[in-house]
């Protein structure tokens, strides 16, 4: 029998999506607004709240996309041509595109290697350096890579500092905590994503997370052509077309039902590979630094020495490629993308040894125990070849 290709992070439907779905073709709410769109930011709103943070400082408005976010935030910050924001280099090309969109440059910074997030020394450097240079940075852009959360003190001490807001992009950390606080609700102004390989999906969609509900109602603002409150269409501002649609917002309170048993099982996932690795010697799976974080593993991912084992993670991948395992290296940095090639880069190597060793292996929630047994037997096979 022909096997079923294992994908790296796939959709994985709860069962009531086609209810609110359903629900929104039945009132004829098929626009940018409505029920769905109200309700699934409440989902949201509430999951994010707890204890460790005040309801009142999660205002969550529901985007077209996660980029749509992360340029609603930097409009939101008052970046503009000619200023410069700080990015972690090691993340996806959304992270510092829409810097782009703005005519700002981005200023790329390492990682670290417990979270293989921005680094705080290097991100201290290039903000003494480039305030040196004349152009103190608008913004950071801090990114929770494969959901784990970043060094959040540390960087916000380094923030506080120079009095430079953060933005989190907490694209792929749905459902991670730093210190039982949920992640997304650290910077200035938070996002997410649900887009097709997200932790939870609506198709495409994002959100963005502010501290109070102002915020939040400028951001619908723009979200929504910028118009002014008059009977006729009249915009004093530059608008866009970034709001989320009520159909894909009824898929997302179905996916909100089954997001931390979701999370669970990612987890188990991670576990599984741990497992599986524990007697293979060069190969180190990535995880928790301490008890402070709490990584939804939104994707797993190893390291693999070359030196020890005899063979790269381009050997594994291709392997499993054989196998119809999909299996990704980790994001290649910013600082050496063709595009980027002329920003400012401040680190020591980390990010390119990360890309150069890192793979990124089959995470998904809805993966099987056959699945498993299939990646188990390739691995092995492979390492013991
Ligand atoms: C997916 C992702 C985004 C962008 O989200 P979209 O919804 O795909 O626009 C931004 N940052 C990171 C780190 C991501 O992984």
């Known amino acids: 029998m022909e096997q079923s290709k294992i994908w790296l992070s796939s959709p994985h439907m709860g069962g009531n999506e086609q209810k609110f779905v359903n629900e929104a073709f ?33 205002n969550v408005a529901a985007l077209s996309s996660g980029t749509a976010a992360l340029h609603l935030a930097l409009i939101l910050l008052g970046v503009k041509a000619g200023d410069e924001v700080i990015c972690q280099s090691m993340t996806f090309a959304a992270s510092a595109n829409p810097i782009m969109y703005l005519g700002a440059t981005p200023v790329f910074v390492d990682s670290e290697s417990d979270t293989l997030n921005l680094c705080p020394v290097q991100l201290e450097k290039a903000i003494e350096d480039r305030i040196a240079k004349g152009n103190k940075p608008k913004a950071i852009i801090a990114v929770h890579l494969y959901g ?11 923030a506080d500092k120079f009095e430079i807001p953060i933005i989190e992009d907490s694209a792929e950390a749905l459902g991670s905590s730093y210190k039982g606080r949920k992640c997304g609700t650290f910077g200035e ?35 929504t052509q910028a118009r002014d409150d008059a009977p006729h269409y009249q915009h004093t501002e530059i608008g866009y077309n970034y709001r989320l649609s009520n159909i894909s917002a009824g898929i997302g309170r179905g996916q ?26 060069g190969v180190t799976v990535f995880s928790e630094p301490s008890d402070d974080y709490f990584c939804n593993n939104w994707l797993s991912i190893i390291s693999v020495d070359k030196e020890i084992t005899g063979k790269s993670r381009e050997d594994l991948r291709l392997f499993m490629e054989g196998l119809k395992i999909e299996c ?37 929630s809805n993966l099987t125990n056959e699945d498993r047994e299939r990646l188990s037997l390739g691995i092995n096979e492979f390492f013991r070849a």
């Open 26 to 58: 039945d009132a004829n709410w098929i626009a940018p607004l409505g029920p769905n769109v109200t309700g699934f930011e409440i989902d949201i709103e509430n999951y994010l709240s707890n204890s460790k943070i005040d309801e009142n400082l999660v």
């Open 148 to 158: 784990m959360p970043y060094k959040v003190d540390e960087i916000q001490k380094v």
């Open 189 to 223: 102004i938070g996002i997410l994503s649900f887009n097709g390989n997200k932790i939870i999906t609506t198709s495409g969609g994002g959100a963005l997370i502010a501290k109070n509900k102002s915020i939040k109602q400028k951001a619908i603002f723009l979200a």
């Open 256 to 281: 909100m039902e089954v997001l931390d048993k979701h999370v669970n099982l990612r987890r188990k996932m991670n576990m599984f590979y741990q497992e599986v690795f524990s007697n293979i010697k």
């Open 328 to 364: 990704r290296p980790l994001w290649k940095p910013m600082h050496l993308q063709p595009v980027f090639k002329n920003m400012p880069f401040y680190g020591d190597g980390l990010a390119e040894e990360l890309f150069d060793t890192g793979l990124c292996l089959p995470s998904g």
